[in-house]
């Protein structure tokens, strides 16, 4: 605002009146430094010189139509009282002034980042103009000349004493220039300038100045250690393993040392957590070197073994396993690192790891953000072409998603796969991204080991301060190409040559370290020779390790015996409250605070949902959500539910946060039920699908007590996150071992809305399924709640389309009452959220569970014809009858049409439907049974359930084995829905007159 002020007095002035002379230096060419005058001049008049404080003073608080200035005393240097300072000499410490800034903004376009020193990480070989001396008025002549570097603003008087030793003592412009290099154009550049305020950019000037001296002995040798060990490791593989592919850290060794950089700095600044992502590339080592993980495992892997307390799932390939371990820090301190699990889909962790980490900070009330940490690990053509990241990267300063920042570490090989930079990416840099939040970028060449540290220290420290983003772009290389098998030279030949004479980085560094008499040779080849011995010792160790096994194909277990102890492990668990609970919370849901003004139309939801309660009859859909939300709130289960538009809801159904009319104030009532309750978070989220279905996936991995939940805008929308789904949903735990409860929530139904709104594509979730498509073994032998619970306690996930609020509360209840998580996914329909569509709250209390089907016939019918079906189209089809039983002789007409809801459709309720098939074939052994959809025949969920209804009527004996199971659906289709009402209402109708034929 101060120099805001100092602007607009000056132009005003000049509008006003002729301008005082001294007035053109309130000019925007001078704004930074008159920034840091009044900033000083603020905070201590004292440390402003006297000659300035007329000048500041009216800066602060004159009039407009005042000058500025009218008289203006130079300050006298008491080491300068004999020297006279010219107007010229006054110009060139103007120059110096923007030179020093020109240096500051693209110094790191020119600096030596390549260690193969063949490229330019930002893709342009020719300097900017901007950091030619000319550009400031400076000649060949001047670079000999000497010039006083005393300007503020940028680094004040200390910049003299930086270069000259005294801040007494003129410079030559080279020695200054020559400086200016040293700081901007070495193995280190800085991106800095753009990222924020003065305060910030003084802090990273501090940071430069301090980085430009050469670490402490002590400490470039314990960071020899580092690369010993990250180099010695990746040899030692390939020497062993040579043929296998484990995507090894070789050009990039200098990774490990900047990693434990970064967590032995945070720890420092009060860490106690890290959360890590990473692609492939370098996560053996990381999981060694980094995060503990013992090398006897990693051999074992090799050889196609496992720990026997791991032996489960169908697994992953070693460089895609995580992992949970406790370490501790050169210092002592204490951090619980725990490296994700990820699949080869680059970047696709990311949202998990910022996910995860938001939720611990939640659970270990760290408002400040101090203890708990992410770090991301990318590629440097995955950063620049995913879109993931920059899903990723909005994020990070929404509220309920902010995490106080994310240190990202590109390792920068130069090359995607075969393609050049040139042809992966349109930005100079492949960091580019850093502008969404102008996070900082530290470019540093990755065989400059110290270099690497100083960045990964700046890079902690910036967090702790900021709480935001920043980015270390470590330029490095691949030695072997993409993997170890690769042949890179088929399409990068004059890069691998240069490869080919680059020493490996541990050798640089023994080498520096020598001539630097820091380490004697012999002392550095001892070390190596070292890490190596204890390598080789526990590779034998590997190869007689008793608790090892071969790992055996999960095929093994046949399927009849899939689910034979299942029902011991599993307990069906009370989801149903006392209705007087359940009015209590109803009653807090419904009650406006006195000061408070929603919208009129808000307001009369909210007495309809008020008068609900009072009754007990009347239940819609988000009301039963809500009651849902609250008792488990309220039984201490943190409950979140994000998404595009979740607070209203997209269809204007859920009001679960209100806004003032008047004020636009905020209020959740599920977050003010009682003093002591769990969070309750109801938020918006960007226009982000991927990302933010992966953050709630992360979000929900780290607590079991918690019903976490993403619900897509439309359910059409979700594909955006397919690889969340496919990656990490459906398959995470048979891969890795890691359960995670998320619920996903989708719109679905067709409306005769087209193509893009109607479908939320139930076939791609059941095809997810790994339920078994064959009656199993144990059918009926048991209650059948328990044996259905016991089946989710070991498959996938859940895929439900519940049709009433009474079952879509127990949905969502039960979810948190279980000895295990699993994802569940679930479809609602958008034309039944309101009434006729309502439960009473007699059917959420004690006593009341989730019921996985549903008939709908009256009590004792006899069945012509049995019609299971899921969702809304078994309302439209019931609404058909009643139209048609208006008449005496019409009131039973179409009766014998029993129509059947399948409100869990995987894991298939076997013995629920088995139930019903036999109650109806023994009233009428002719009765027919079908499968309803008003989805096209080729989607769906008919070719799931097919296969397992057909199954079960033969199993039952009343189907032969010729007999199959008939759908009444739309066409097969390429597009979900047709876009013309008329057709849509032909379909449906037709749909109808198949269902009561």
């Not at 399409?491 to 640089?508: F, H, L, N, S």
């Not at 996938?796 to 699993?822: E, G, I």
């Not at 009473?840 to 019921?851: I, K």
């Not at 189907?959 to 597009?975: G, L």
Request: charged content about 25%; aromatic content about 8%; some cysteine.
């Amino acid at each position: 605002m101060t120099s805001q002020s100092a602007t607009r007095h000056a132009t005003d002035a000049k509008t006003i009146r002729a301008p005082h002379q001294f007035e053109q230096f309130a000019a925007m060419t001078n704004l930074e430094y008159l920034e840091d005058l009044v900033a000083k001049f603020k905070e201590d008049k004292s440390s402003v010189d006297a000659s300035w404080h007329p000048l500041l003073e009216n800066i602060t608080s004159a009039s407009p139509d005042e000058a500025l200035i009218e008289v203006f005393t130079r300050p006298e240097d008491q080491d300068f009282r004999s020297t006279v300072i010219t107007e010229k000499e006054r110009v060139d410490n103007m120059r110096l002034a923007w030179m020093v800034r020109a240096y500051e903004k693209a110094g790191h376009s020119i600096a030596a980042l390549d260690p193969l020193g063949m490229y330019h990480a930002d893709l342009n070989p020719v300097v900017p103009a901007d950091l030619e001396p000319s550009r400031f008025g400076f000649t060949h002549e001047d670079m000999e000349r000497s010039y006083f570097a005393k300007f503020g603003g940028v680094y004040g008087s200390s910049f003299q004493s930086m270069v000259t030793g005294s801040a007494h003592r003129p410079m030559k412009l080279s020695a200054i220039i020559a400086k200016l290099k040293q700081l901007h154009t070495n193995a280190i550049g800085f991106e800095f300038m753009s990222s924020g305020h003065l305060e910030l950019r003084q802090w990273f000037r501090k940071e430069i100045v301090a980085a430009a001296e050469p670490l402490h002995p002590a400490d470039r040798k314990a960071i020899y250690d580092d690369i010993v060990k990250a180099c010695g490791f990746e040899a030692f593989l390939h020497r062993k393993y040579a043929t296998h592919k484990r995507f090894g850290l070789d050009g990039a060794e200098s990774l490990i040392p900047a990693m434990n950089a970064v967590i032995e700095e945070s720890a420092k600044g009060g860490v106690e957590a890290v959360t890590l992502g990473m692609p492939h590339r370098g996560r053996l080592n990381v999981l060694v070197n980094v995060c503990g993980k013992s090398v006897v495992n990693i051999f074992n892997e090799f050889e196609g073994k496992t720990h026997t307390t791991e032996v489960a799932g169908t697994g992953d390939v070693k460089y895609h396993l995580g992992i949970e371990k406790q370490i501790t820090t050169p210092s002592g301190k204490k951090v619980f690192v725990n490296l994700l699990a990820n699949p080869s889909h680059l970047e696709a962790v990311n949202p998990l790891v910022v996910g995860k980490t938001c939720a611990r900070q939640l659970y270990t009330k760290d408002t400040t953000m101090d203890k708990n940490l992410p770090i991301v690990l990318h590629g440097d053509a995955a950063f620049a072409g995913q879109g993931i990241c920059y899903e990723v990267m909005g994020l990070c300063d929404l509220e309920n998603f902010h995490v106080g920042g994310t240190i990202h570490i590109v390792v920068n090989n130069q090359v995607g796969f075969t393609t050049d930079p040139q042809q992966s990416r349109s930005s100079p840099y492949c960091t580019d991204l850093s502008r969404v939040c102008n996070a900082p970028v530290l470019h540093v060449n990755g065989d400059n080991v110290d270099a690497v540290v100083k960045c990964a220290r700046i890079a902690a420290r910036f967090r702790k301060e900021y709480k935001r983003d920043i980015i270390i772009d470590l330029v490095c290389y691949r030695r072997y190409g993409h993997n170890e098998t690769d042949v890179p030279q088929f399409t990068q030949p004059i890069m691998y040559q240069a490869i080919a004479k680059q020493p490996v980085v541990v050798d640089k560094v023994a080498a520096q370290l020598v001539a630097d008499g820091i380490m004697s040779k012999e002392e550095a080849t001892l070390k190596k020779k070292e890490y190596d011995s204890l390598l080789r010792q526990e590779f034998e160790n590997a190869q007689n390790a008793a608790d090892f096994v071969k790992v055996r194909t999960p095929y093994e277990e046949a399927n009849s015996t899939r689910y034979s102890n299942a029902v011991e492990l599993s307990s069906l668990r009370e989801t149903g409250l006392p209705l007087a609970s359940l009015q209590e919370i109803g009653k807090k849901l419904t009650t406006i605070p006195a000061d408070f003004k929603p919208h009129p139309i808000v307001n009369r939801t909210i007495e309809s949902r008020a008068k609900a309660i009072s009754t007990g009859e009347g239940v819609e859909w988000c009301l039963a959500e809500a009651l849902a939300f609250g008792a488990s709130s309220l039984e201490g289960v943190h409950v979140r539910l994000t998404g595009q538009d979740v607070e209203r809801g997209t269809f204007t159904q859920r009001h679960a946060v209100w806004t003032d009319h008047k004020t636009n104030a905020k209020y959740t009532a599920l977050s003010n039920l009682a003093s002591v309750q769990a969070p309750v978070i109801i938020s918006n989220s960007s226009l982000s699908e991927y990302g933010v279905c992966g953050f709630e996936a992360g979000y929900a991995m780290e607590n079991p007590k918690s019903l976490v939940m993403w619900e897509a805008q439309f359910g059409d929308f979700s594909n955006g996150a397919q690889i969340i789904f496919d990656q990490f949903l459906a398959s995470g735990e048979s891969k890795w071992i890691r359960q995670c409860g998320l619920a996903i929530s989708l719109p679905h139904g067709f409306s005769g809305q087209g193509p893009e709104h109607s479908s939320a594509r139930v076939e791609r979730f059941l095809q997810l399924s790994d339920d078994l498509d064959t009656v199993p073994a144990g059918f009926s032998t048991a209650n059948a709640a328990a044996m259905n619970e016991a089946r989710i306690s070991k498959s996938n996930w859940q895929v439900c389309y519940p049709s009433t609020p009474a079952n879509y509360y127990h949905m969502l209840r039960r979810q948190t009452h279980r000895d295990f998580r699993k994802p569940l996914v679930f479809f609602f329909s958008k034309a039944r959220l309101r009434a006729p569509n309502v439960s009473s709250l007699h059917e959420m209390a004690v006593g009341t569970s989730f019921q996985p089907v549903i008939d709908t016939a009256k009590p004792n019918q006899v069945a012509r014809k049995v019609v299971f079906c899921c969702g809304q189209i078994e309302n439209i089809c019931n609404e058909f009858r009643k139209k048609e039983q208006t008449g005496d002789y019409e009131v039973s007409k179409y009766d014998d049409v029993v129509l059947v809801k399948l409100e869990q459709i995987a894991p298939f309720p076997w013995e629920h439907v088995g139930a019903i098939i036999n109650k109806y074939a023994e009233r009428n052994p002719q009765v027919e049974f079908v499968w309803l959809q008003e989805e096209p025949k080729n989607m769906g969920p008919f070719e799931f359930v097919r296969p397992r209804l057909q199954g079960l009527l033969r199993t039952m004996g009343i189907y032969s084995d010729s007999q199959r199971v008939k759908c009444i659906a739309r066409p097969t289709a390429a597009s979900p829905a047709t876009g013309y009402t008329s057709i849509h209402k032909a379909e449906e109708e037709k749909i109808i007159s198949e269902v009561f034929a």
